[in-house]
């Protein structure tokens, strides 16, 4: 090989070499000499901070955010027509608060036992007026109070709070001898049911609700 060609053949691996693209913290002179959106910085290829590339720093793993906690726990137990949890407390109120929709006999000698907390005085089933578990109750605080019920056919309704649906007591006269209700239920009057189009024979079907 004459010496031009030896020249000529260094010359080109020069250039090649020089003109090789560098990847993140690769070696490089200008910004020509890395790859992509990445730029030379104190003689290494980064990211241009100008830009807010990541290329070279690794984005932290995100952490999922944490899944709510039911934090109202039962109080205690109850032995009533069996072992039943009772409850001081129920889940947070929202804009659409899950529930137990159940039935209710407001009038005297109905299944609801004892007169309304809220007025003492018995109601007529033609109104539309629901019982809540202790903890939405809240020491009276919702009495008087309206609320919207929504089914999952998408019909809604709004009653009026009129008593408590006892979560701590149960199985004695004032309370039909029932069991302690859970800490999830709407206790609804007949008229509210037939407002939701709903068949009282189902028992219990779940809704949501929310303050008016």
Known sequence: MSNLAFLSLIFTIF???SNAISQCNGP?????DCDGQLICINGKCNDDPNVGTKTCKSSPPSVPSPTPTNTCRPSGT???NGVHPIYRCSPPVTSATPAQLTFNDFSRGGDGGGPSSCDGQYHDNNERIVALSTG???GRSK????IRIRANNGKTVTAKVVDECDSTMGCDAEHAFQSP???NIVDGSIAVWRALGLDTNL?????TWSMV
């Open 15 to 17: 250039i090649s070499t």
């Open 78 to 80: 109850v032995n009533c």
């Open 136 to 138: 939405w109750f809240a």
């Open 143 to 146: 009495c008087g109070k309206m």
């Open 203 to 207: 028992g219990i079907v779940p809704v």
């Open 28 to 32: 490089c002179k200008t910004w020509d």
């Open 181 to 183: 209700c859970k800490n």
